[in-house]
């Protein structure tokens, strides 16, 4: 799976999990851009990506998690 196709799959899970599918995903896109992303909402975004991805994040790699552009180069790190 490329970064593109990572994306478009974040995109999706961040416009069910929000409940807005006018949101649009970006590198530079993090929780000061997404006005409901709080820390229950970020718990919730996290296991959804973890199914989706058949991936498991440690609490270290959660916290150097800065914006989208760092979760899809994890994502890619950890499913390549």
Not at 27 to 39: G, L, Q, R, V, Y
Not at 41 to 67: G, H, R, Y
Request: charged share 30%; hydrophobic share 45%; with cysteine.
């Amino acid at each position: 799976m490329n970064r593109t196709e990572i994306m478009a799959k974040l995109n999706e899970i961040f416009c069910d999990v929000f409940d807005d599918e006018d949101i649009v995903l970006t590198d530079a896109t993090n929780s000061d851009d997404i006005e409901d992303w709080d820390s229950l909402e970020q718990i919730n975004l996290l296991v959804a990506i973890e199914k989706q991805f058949s991936i498991k994040f440690s609490l270290a790699d959660v916290a150097d998690l800065e914006n989208v552009g760092s979760m899809v180069d994890l994502i890619e790190k950890m499913i390549g």
